[in-house]
Each structure stands twice: as C-alpha cells, then as structure tokens.
Nanobody, 127 residues
Framework: QVQPVESGGGLVQAGGSLRLSCSAS????????MSWFRQAPGKSREFVSA?????????YSDSVKGRFTISTVNTKNSLIYLQMNALKPEDTAVYYC???????????????????WGQGTQVTVSS
C-alpha cells in the first residue's frame, strides 16, 4: 500500500514554529480528506487537523485551534501542509499524515475511518 510521506519535523523552542508537509501524490485514489494526527509518548494517538478534498472545510482539535493551520495546494489533496505556530512543549509528539477515501464530516476526526497512513515525523518542543 502506498504511504504518504511526511517531512518538516524537528526540534524547536517553545513559542517557535514548524511547517509539516505531507505528500500523497502516489496514492491511486483521490482521498475524501487528509488529516494530521499525533501521538505523544505514553498516550494514544489523537486528531489534530483535517482538510477535505475541496480545501474549503477545515477541522482542528481544540488544543491547536488558533495556533495551527492546515492547507492544501490542490483539490486532490495530494499535498498538504500543517503550519504550527506558538508551539508548546505539550505539542511534542510524532505527527502522522493520514488519508480517508470515504467518511462523513461528523466522523472526520476518528482515526478508524482512515485508510492510509504515513510513517510519522517527530516534533519536539523544548521549554
């Protein structure tokens, strides 16, 4: 199965910024939506942000709303970005890009609905 490829993670001080990229151009089917999830050490994976295939509907978790911005550069959602500003130590996690071929807007935050996942990129925010 073709995996999306993430990039852009790294180490940054609190208050800093990073931009993550995810390329799913090799996937044969255009996803309904692409999303970012993250998993911190000792915690379960959680939803961060999503964008639908039109690029018009954006979704954020409460913990990142106002600080993170998701965007896509085309209607096939084959390349998406996550601009992360005002980073906090609690944002430290492995960030995963994922795609869903079919879901509803109500279920877009649920990881079980996602069909393909990247391998993740580490984001570390120091205090």
């Amino acid at each position: 199965q073709v995996q999306p490829v993430e990039s852009g993670g790294g180490l940054v001080q609190a208050g800093g910024s990073l931009r993550l990229s995810c390329s799913a151009s090799e996937h044969p089917a255009a996803p309904y939506a692409m999303s970012w999830f993250r998993q911190a050490p000792g915690k379960s994976r959680e939803f961060v942000s999503a964008v639908d295939s039109t690029g018009r509907y954006l979704y954020y978790s409460d913990s990142v709303k106002g600080r993170f911005t998701i965007s896509t550069v085309n209607t096939k959602n084959s390349l998406i970005y996550l601009q992360m500003n005002a980073l906090k130590p609690e944002d430290t996690a492995v960030y995963y890009c994922a795609g869903t071929l079919k879901t509803t807007r109500a279920d877009i935050r649920k990881e079980l609905n996602y069909d393909f996942w990247g391998q993740g990129t580490q984001v570390t925010v120091s205090s």
